[in-house]
């Protein structure tokens, strides 16, 4: 089964890593190819992990049809035999074995908001870290570039660029069903938070849900501590599930206790999730956050965060809903207790045929927030639609198209053209 993890995980690079091919209907027959490959590796390594809990031996599957990369694709692989990160058989592995992968995107803007120019952007450069210590122990790290709006100003002159390390962890994996990690995550809270990090090409649309937006204080996007996580088949279900304990929110509640709990109280969360068998592609899942924060000086609150969602897996179509509830239990002064929402509904399709390279979609989202919230004082609630067209120009580059309209509380209806290359490296 593990060898199988890994032969579907290999299999899943050439969608973000293999060169481009220089015809677009090759391009397009490789991304059907290696899709409907790794559905049918999904299929297998599921129907063993089944039979394997009911003690049971696996069904033998029937032979598949070999799916074979256009030629221009494997002569960019080099000729390699072995997937990329892995030493031929017989061969022993090397560590530490640090592997790399880059991305980063470019932007246009133009809305109808007083005082907000429109133009180009440069948006983050982001670089993702993956190193095997052992055959047990792994090692992640994320970093990011983010251009600064005030470059050269102050003494000594601000940098162009806010370099983060926006993911750090050290992971010990037992068996599928144990591991346990320590570091700087993206809080497993919500489907979109642990599913699309930074670099936009992993996404489909140009932006995230604003509920999980970076740097944004409605979820806390980032969590510092220990996680405990694995998968149980259980009857066909593939439960999922996380536990972590660590800092919570720091002073400034959009950043995360990174250099300590800024009130020696320790948040703690609980996030599970299955990917049924059948229908194959569905998931869904439901967690629970709980945290004491103190944004400042004299005022404490107790957080609870309720979060679900349901989620189709597939392009066609592709299906995301999420729903979070976060109560505020104000503790010092006169108690009171505020809740806050927010969801959003995601819709794409990715055109069959000829047309494969092209995936329309559409996003609704809303955020109320109560004005009296001490703790999102100043936190704007949203009502929004975003229409967008993605277009792979390559299997690792993309071109993306949106049309957003918003509506605040209290301020007039924005409405915004928006375009992106995104790319990975």
Known sequence: MLRL????????????????????????????????????????????????????????????TKLEAPKEAVAHMGGAEHPMGTAPPGEPSTYPSLKIAGFSDFDFAS??????????????????????????????????LTARTDPGIGSPPAAGFNVEVERSIIRFEQNDYFKISFGRYHTPINYWNTEFHHGQWLQTTISRPEMVQFGGKFIPVHFVGALVEGAVPFGGLNLNYNVGLGNGRGTIISRAGDFGDNNNNRAWLVNLFAKPDHPFGLRFGASVYRDKITPAAGLNARE?????????????????????????????????????????????????????????????????????????????????????????ISSFAALKLEYRNQWRPDQVRVNG????????F
């Open 111 to 144: 809305t109808d908001q007083h005082g907000v120019k429109s133009g180009f952007n440069e948006g983050q450069f982001v670089l993702h870290l993956n190193s095997n210590l052992s055959q047990k122990v792994t090692v992640l790290g994320e970093i990011s």
């Open 5 to 64: 993890k890994l032969c579907l995980a290999l299999l899943s690079i050439p969608l973000a890593i293999y060169p481009q091919s220089a015809d677009s209907d090759n391009q397009a027959e490789l991304i059907r190819a290696l899709r409907e490959r790794i559905d049918q590796l999904e299929r297998r390594m599921a129907q063993m992990e089944s039979a394997l809990a009911a003690g049971t031996s696996p069904v033998r599957a029937k032979p598949e």
């Open 417 to 424: 053209i928006f375009a992106q290359t995104s790319f990975t």
């Open 304 to 392: 609870w965060i309720q979060s679900g969602h349901i989620v189709w897996q597939k392009e066609n179509p592709e299906f995301i809903a999420e729903f979070a509830n976060i109560t505020h239990e104000t503790i010092a002064g006169r108690a009171a207790t505020f809740n806050s929402q927010a969801w959003y509904v995601q819709v794409g399709y990715r055109l069959p045929g000829i047309a494969v390279l092209w995936k329309p979609y559409y996003r609704f989202e809303y955020i109320h927030i109560p004005k009296s919230d001490p703790i999102f004082l100043g936190v704007p609630g949203l009502a929004g639609s975003v229409v967008g067209l993605r277009y792979d």
